[in-house]
């Protein structure tokens, strides 16, 4: 099996970059929309053996060093008692607003009440043997409770932050329920066979430093403090933290993701060298010809500048209507370009 991901996780030195996309299982590969033609979305991360198809497609097509569960963060939040549907993206019927409906949350037996998502995960650790790692992933604390407040998607989410000001003993008790939850179901991706995990917090950026390091640090540290990490290492990616990147790495984890608003190389000084960093190539730049896509893939590299424990990937997921050819053509180009560094640092 291929493990320069997990090595590179750990920041152990690697003879080529490993390289993954969030989202790589998805809407832009024709292959994806077949199986997606004949379910819906809830279906499709229901049914083990279409999940597992699916996450195997790209792994198969881009060549990449990881595969990523298909599922969704928002999976375990409905038998916490919310009502979920997509259309298409994702509105709960009863967003949480007051401190009676986080008492009514309820906490899953994650083997009983999400079995497809144990079975998805077993299921691909014996497709993919010998081949490559696979990532569990949740969303982080705060992500959920953004869409459980607000009940969708938000251009500002100020319903949850209204809460967090104004009532922050409701918000600190979802919170609370909210990575009490998290940690039984990302670790029980991990006794299912997951090999990684990835902690997505598409929101977090929005919140200034000091109400991050406030409101939000102190559950996303519990989470990732209550995983078990002894093989297990933990990416934490927080979508718009450039200008706090000293402050998520308080959270802990392995490895930093990175979006696409700090250069690398200085991100991976702010970091320090103790932490891996994933990351970070715009995923518009997928839009462009090969000799650009193939610039940018150098600059990265160069950015990182050799050091150990740099994972590629986009600055986030891959956008629906890139052509797949072009995210084939990077991966190929991390290996290439990485490769050919590698040899000429040794001599």
């Not at 000084?269 to 932490?275: T, Y």
Request: glycine share 10%; net charge neutral; with cysteine.
């Amino acid at each position: 099996m291929k493990t320069t991901f997990l090595d590179a996780c750990r920041c152990k030195p690697v003879e080529e970059t490993p390289v993954w996309l969030m989202r790589q299982a998805g809407r832009y590969l024709p292959q994806y929309m077949a199986v997606r033609s004949r379910c819906t979305f809830l279906q499709l991360c229901k049914t083990p053996e279409l999940a597992a198809e699916v996450t195997i497609q790209p792994v198969d097509f881009l060549g990449v060093d990881a595969a990523i569960l298909f599922s969704d963060i928002l999976t375990p939040v409905e038998p916490m008692g919310m009502r979920l549907d997509f259309v298409p993206g994702p509105v709960f019927e009863n967003p949480v607003g007051s401190m009676s409906d986080v008492k009514r949350l309820r906490i899953p037996h994650i083997e009983q009440d999400l079995p497809y998502v144990i079975e998805t995960i077993k299921i691909l650790r014996r497709e993919l043997d010998g081949k490559v790692p696979l990532i569990g992933f949740g969303g982080a604390p705060f992500t959920l409770a953004c869409y459980m407040v607000e009940g969708k998607g938000s251009k500002d989410f100020a319903r949850t932050k209204r809460m967090m000001y104004s009532a922050p003993d409701v918000f600190t008790a979802l919170m609370e329920k909210v990575t009490t939850m998290s940690i039984e179901y990302l670790n029980a991706q991990i006794r299912g066979g997951a090999q990684c995990i990835q902690i997505f917090d598409t929101w977090g950026g929005m919140l200034s430093p000091a109400d991050y390091a406030g409101y939000v640090l102190p559950h996303t540290s519990r989470l990732i403090n209550g995983l078990d990490r002894v093989n297990t290492p933990v990416i934490h990616f927080v979508k718009g933290s450039a200008g706090m990147l000293d402050v998520v790495k308080r959270a802990g984890g392995d490895v930093i993701g990175l979006d696409w608003h700090l250069d690398l190389g200085r991100a991976r000084d702010i970091i320090g060298g103790s932490m891996g960093v994933q990351g970070n190539l715009d995923p518009t730049v997928l839009y462009a010809p090969e000799s650009v896509i193939e610039r940018e893939v150098r600059r990265i590299l160069d950015e990182n500048a050799g050091r150990p424990g740099h994972i590629f990937n986009l600055g986030h997921g891959i956008l629906p209507d890139i052509p797949p050819e072009n995210a084939r053509f990077m991966v190929d180009c991390v290996h290439r370009l990485s490769r050919k560094k590698s040899l000429a640092e040794r001599g």
